[in-house]
């Protein structure tokens, strides 16, 4: 228990150093975000904001989990192999915003290389986690046994390992459009996976989440807890009105650890659950482009994601922030509750 609060610590702190630095640097250096023309007018005014902010993001998750890891002498290969995703992720964000930033346009990566970048991640991530551990590949809910009508094997497993993470990845990308929503909402998610690693490495019996003697629900919980404390540090500076934003470098990270989180603790279908607000902004933007496209240039909403429909309403950005976050806390609190109740039912205490 005491490894997860020394992860969590030790993000906050090198996440919130870090981003100030970053904020200084990248300032002095006029490397700010360009605005893409297609957001609420009110969104101009955000132009040469630095960006970037997720190099802070995604070196406080690595950095705290392996000195915590150091101080138990604990690593497992799921925790590397998780943790090295994130860093993956991360680093084809980083060339998508360099790219940008120098350039002086909000043009990256063209769509194929950064889906490439992306796929180059995932497919590595599972092929390694089906063939270098004891991986269970059924569609898993709350444990790997609880849909063993959804027995994948192991090329169907990575397959859909694959989808998962390039899925989230895009989610927590659209979603990153107002200041701080992305981070808020991934501080609720990741505090859901830390619960639920938590609770796997304390009760082993229910969710075979031991190997030999490494238990890797606790290794899980921190990398979980490490990307809580590094989200909470970068949202000291990235709260409205930003100072920095995460760029692709974070959101690509996060939705790449939110999946391989719930992949690697077989909750892989309870995770639109606690990710929902990263699904709903997905489905708007699907959504708005099959109107457009099937019915002659009609819109469902004002504009896509619909964080920005809700702006073009007249709600304050200030307000759909607040309130998106709380969606997302609900959510993350209803997965939580639904693993709860199954551990229950799988122990008899709940009939």
């Known amino acids: 228990m005491i490894r997860i609060f020394i992860a969590a610590l030790i993000a906050v702190a090198v996440s919130s150093a870090g981003t100030w630095f970053l904020i200084q640097f990248l300032t002095d250096r006029s490397l700010g975000q360009p605005i893409h023309d297609d957001v609420p007018e009110g969104h101009m005014k ?161 969710y075979d989440l031991v190997v030999g003697q490494q238990p890797f629900g ?26 920095i934003f995460m760029g692709d470098t974070g959101s690509l990270a996060i939705g790449t650890g939110l999946a391989c989180l719930a992949l690697t603790t077989n909750t892989a279908l309870l995770l639109p659950i606690v990710g929902a607000l990263f699904v709903t902004e997905t489905v708007s933007v699907m959504l708005q482009v099959g109107s457009f496209r099937l019915f002659g240039g009609k819109r469902i909403f004002r504009m896509a994601p619909i964080h920005h429909h809700f702006e073009l309403g007249g709600w304050p950005e200030v307000t759909v922030i607040v309130r998106f976050w709380m969606m997302s806390a609900a959510c993350s609190a209803a997965g939580i509750g639904l693993f709860y109740r199954d551990f229950l039912v799988v122990t008899g205490s709940l009939s």
Not at 218 to 243: H, Q, R
Request: hydrophobic content about 55%; proline content about 2%; cysteine-free.
């Open 46 to 206: 955000k132009a040469g904001t630095p960006t970037m902010g997720g190099i802070a993001i995604v070196l406080a998750a690595v950095v705290s989990y392996f000195i915590s890891g150091y101080y138990r002498g604990i690593y497992t290969v799921r925790g590397i192999l998780v943790i090295g995703a994130i860093a993956g992720a991360g680093l084809v964000g980083f060339l998508d915003d360099y790219i940008k930033v120098r350039n002086e346009r909000n043009v990256g990566l063209n769509k194929r290389a950064k889906m490439v970048g992306l796929l180059t991640v995932a497919i590595l991530f599972a092929v390694l986690v089906v063939t270098q551990t004891e991986q269970h590949t059924q569609l898993s809910f709350t444990r790997f046994d609880n849909f063993s009508w959804g027995e994948l094997g192991q090329l169907g497993w990575a397959i859909w390992a694959v989808f998962l993470i390039t899925g989230f990845s895009n989610g927590v990308n659209l979603t990153d459009g107002l200041d701080g929503l992305a981070a808020g909402a991934g501080i609720f998610a990741f505090s859901a996976f830390v619960v639920v690693g938590f609770w796997t490495f304390r009760h082993p019996e229910v």
């Open 218 to 243: 606790l290794d899980l919980a921190v990398i979980a807890a490490a990307m809580v404390g590094a989200l909470a540090g970068f949202l000291w500076w990235n709260t409205s009105p930003a100072k």
